[in-house]
């Protein structure tokens, strides 16, 4: 079965850091592009970062630009996201999505998100 | 803010047809592929429609998608209860470098 699964998420202070792994099964996470998504607590879907499947290509939402870090480990098939200087804003269900491999550029595969809750 | 404005709700009985529509301006919709998603509560995002008006399978046929210009739209016929849910419209902005997602959608089947 095709699968993403995040975790690492959790209560943070505002201004601290956290980090979070999208791990994959099913298929070679390596061999698609991939995005992070974000939702706020009764607020719409956020991009947030984007990066090709060859590791080249990499963007980021204004609202985190210079703040987090997307990576990948292709020994691991994990995609994570370095979150720094974290701030109530961030607070959100953070999802990791899959690209299709047919050029559409569809979020065709999702993880079932991890909450991530910046509050002193 | 969303770069892509759709309306915050829309609404139909049983069997009625419900489209929404997706503003957004040339640098998004206007020169790149239009993306559907469904959104239910504690769930995660699901795919509803790819490259403008191709509906991946397992999606059903009478859920539709078009783009004519800047704007996108998506088209519920045969309206059924499991339709309730938030829809995101979505492109690719060649001017923020990044994707970004419509305000979202209320569907609510009367």
């Known amino acids: 079965e095709v699968l993403l699964v995040e975790s690492g998420g959790g209560l943070v202070q505002p201004g601290g850091s956290l980090r979070l792994s999208c791990a994959a099964s099913?298929?070679?996470?390596?061999?698609?592009?991939v995005n992070w998504v974000r939702q706020a607590p009764g607020k719409g879907l956020e991009w947030v970062s984007y990066?090709?499947?060859?590791?080249?290509?990499?963007y980021y939402a204004g609202s985190v630009m210079g703040r987090f870090t997307i990576s990948r480990d292709h020994t691991k098939n994990s995609l994570f996201l370095q979150m720094n200087s974290l701030t109530a804003e961030d607070t959100a269900i953070y999802y990791c999505?899959?690209?299709?491999?047919?050029?559409?550029?569809?979020?065709?595969?999702w993880g079932q998100g991890t909450l991530v809750t910046v509050s002193s | 803010q969303s770069v892509l404005t759709q309306p915050p709700s829309a609404s139909g009985t049983p069997g009625q047809r419900v489209t929404i529509s997706c503003s957004g301006s040339?640098?998004?919709?206007?020169?790149?592929?239009v993306y559907w998603y469904q959104k239910l509560p504690g769930t995660a995002p699901k795919l509803l429609i790819y490259t403008n008006n191709q509906g991946p399978s397992g999606v059903p046929g009478r859920i539709s998608g078009s783009k004519s210009g800047t704007s996108a739209s998506l088209a519920i016929s045969g309206l059924r209860s499991e339709d309730e849910a938030d829809y995101y419209c979505?492109?690719?902005?060649?001017?923020?470098?990044?994707?970004?997602f419509g305000t979202g959608t209320t569907v609510t089947v009367l």
């Open positions: 099913g298929f070679t996470l390596n061999s698609f592009d």
């Open positions: 999505a899959r690209e299709g491999d047919d050029d559409s550029d569809a979020f065709d595969i």
């Open positions: 990066m090709s499947s060859g590791g080249m290509g990499i």
């Open positions: 040339s640098s998004n919709i206007g020169t790149n592929y």
């Open positions: 979505a492109a690719w902005d060649d001017s923020l470098s990044g994707y970004v």
